[in-house]
Every structure is written in structure tokens, then in C-alpha cells.
């Protein structure tokens, strides 16, 4: 087991290169919490989130698209997405590992949401993972999606039970007036967490079928 400091704003070019890779040729890890220094750090505000679901914007009754609502009340600026989804491989290509799949399990998103809560990184939120933190953007709401217990927010119904969400009220009006250009699409979160390769078992075999099912979504919507 190793430790790495990641980061999700997963740029074009990985998720080009992610669609000419056969599934079953990487290696599977997934992400832990064992020490007091780990875990969540930051959650920036990115184009392209790796968990590659947008946040949804609340600002002035306008609809830009099924993943981004505007609905403005006053001042009422909130953000609400998916800050890490559960079970779900996430490709990743670094230095130490060269190219894998990252898989954070429901009990470790429970844990890291636990700590950054105790940690105070209510405020703790950048742009595009620079290393400033940015002012007037305010955590209001931290939760898990449980849809036995109705808690599934409305927009996310392709979003794994056990996924991190969060909603941010922006207070900064530049900021704001990013996100509502498009500028801002989503989640994406920094931290140090373990790392731990798959075992060969049914469960990574499950992994792999969701990758499979991933890539033919991918290549019959490259196809059409």
C-alpha cells in the first residue's frame, strides 16, 4: 500500500486517451484513509470533473442543459453536485503507478466526508485546483445519496447510493457569473488518501463489467 496526493479535474486529453484503452489491460486500486493527515483537502470548482457528472447551479429560472439549472431567487446562489461517486472507476495516469483505475468504496466516502467535516473544510475551495483558495464560496450541505431513505437529489438519477454530494452557496459574484457562462462544470476534489491494488476477486470483476458497459456507451455515442 502506498500514499498519493490526488487531484480529479481530469483534463481533455485523459479522458481522450481513456476511450482507446481496453478496459481489462490497467490495473484497479482503491483509495483509503488509514492516517489524521488524510483525506479531503480541497474541492475545487472545474470544467471537466472526472467524476464526470456537472453540478447544478441555482440562480434565475434559465435551463442550459439536463446537467446545469439556473434558478435565481434573490440571493439565493446555491451549487449542488457530486463531489466523489461510489464505486466508480476513475481513470488516472501519474509518475508512481503510470496508468490505473481509482475506486473509492462507500465506507471510505463516508469516512472522508466524516473528516473533512471535523477537519472545518467548510470554506476549503479553489478554481481549477490552483492553489489559492477563493472567497465567498461556503459549504451549506454535505451528504450521502441514499435513495432508500429519499435522499437523491433531483438530476443525479445515474449517480451511484453512496456517493459524496455537496452544496456550496456562492457568495462571490464573479465566481457566480463564471459558473453561469459555463466556465464551471463541476466537483472535483483534492486529497491525500492510500492507495491499495484490487485483489482478483467477484468484486473486481464487477469493476470490469461496469467498464465494459462505460466503453460501449462511450463508443455508440462516438459512433452516432
Request: overall charge negative; aromatic content about 12%.
Amino acid at each position: 500500500m502506498m500514499r498519493s496526493f490526488f487531484y480529479y479535474g481530469a483534463k481533455k486529453p485523459c479522458r481522450i486517451d481513456i476511450r482507446k484503452k481496453t478496459m481489462h489491460t490497467l490495473p484497479i486500486y482503491y483509495a483509503e484513509i488509514d492516517f489524521d493527515d488524510e483525506g479531503i483537502q480541497f474541492v475545487s470548482l472545474v470544467d471537466y470533473p472526472a467524476v464526470e457528472s456537472n453540478f447544478v447551479a441555482f440562480a434565475k429560472q434559465e435551463r442550459q442543459d439536463v446537467r446545469f439549472a439556473v434558478v435565481e431567487d434573490g440571493d439565493q446562489h446555491l451549487l449542488v453536485g457530486v463531489v466523489m461517486r461510489a464505486d466508480f472507476p476513475i481513470y488516472r495516469c501519474d509518475e508512481h503507478l503510470g496508468e490505473y483505475y481509482i475506486v473509492y468504496r462507500k465506507d471510505t466516502i463516508r469516512r472522508m466526508a466524516e473528516k473533512m467535516l471535523y477537519d472545518g473544510r467548510t470554506s476549503a475551495v479553489n478554481v481549477m485546483h490552483t492553489p489559492v483558495c477563493v472567497n465567498g464560496v461556503n459549504l451549506q450541505e454535505l451528504f450521502i445519496k441514499d435513495t432508500a431513505k429519499g435522499i437523491a437529489p433531483e438530476g443525479f438519477d445515474d449517480i451511484e447510493d453512496g456517493s459524496l454530494f455537496a452544496t456550496y452557496k456562492v457568495h462571490n459574484h464573479e465566481v457566480w457569473s463564471a459558473i453561469k457562462r459555463g466556465e464551471f462544470k463541476g466537483f472535483s476534489l483534492e486529497g491525500l488518501f492510500q492507495v491499495k491494488e484490487a485483489d482478483p476477486d467477484a468484486e473486481v470483476e464487477d469493476l470490469l463489467r461496469e467498464l465494459e458497459e462505460m466503453e460501449k456507451t462511450i463508443n455508440n455515442f462516438t459512433n452516432n
